[in-house]
């Protein structure tokens, strides 16, 4: 789009091309989009939009394989939450089933020794 356009504009002139710096600049780009990012601003510099950055243009790989770790970490460490919260949400509900349980066993628990009660409590005599 031509906001994203924009912001990668910005960012490219802002970081001088360092691509790591664009990636988190620019809101709501991944890793994944750093190809597609690349080509749009090789677009740009090719039609005289920005000029090249020497960052940018002699970028070496280590540091697109760095970057790639970074993100392949991230990810990893938010599956790792995500999983522990999920974990936890299933935890309440089971504390709610555990509750909503010990509740219904009270209730009959209350039931039952008022029928006791009734039966073998003492009947008031009668006078005579």
């Known amino acids: 789009s031509g906001e994203e356009r924009d912001a990668v504009k910005e960012a490219y002139v802002k970081y001088k091309g360092d691509m790591g710096k664009i990636l988190n600049d620019v809101i709501g780009v991944t890793y994944e989009d750093e190809e597609r990012l690349r080509g749009m601003i090789n677009d740009m510099i090719e039609s005289g939009e920005v ?5 940018f243009v002699s970028e070496p790989e280590k540091r697109k394989a760095k970057r ?4 392949e ?3 990893e460490e938010a599956e790792k939450v ?3 919260v999920q974990k936890n949400e299933g935890a309440k509900d089971l504390v709610s089933l555990i509750q909503s349980r010990q509740q219904r066993n009270l ?21 005579k």
């Not at 790639?68 to 993100?71: D, E, G, N, Y």
């Open 73 to 75: 970490r991230e990810a």
């Open 107 to 127: 209730a009959s628990l209350d039931q039952f020794c008022d029928s006791l009660a009734v039966k073998y409590g003492k009947k008031p005599r009668k006078t």
């Open 68 to 71: 790639r770790k970074a993100a």
């Open 51 to 55: 000029k090249a950055f020497r960052c």
């Open 82 to 84: 995500l999983k522990e």
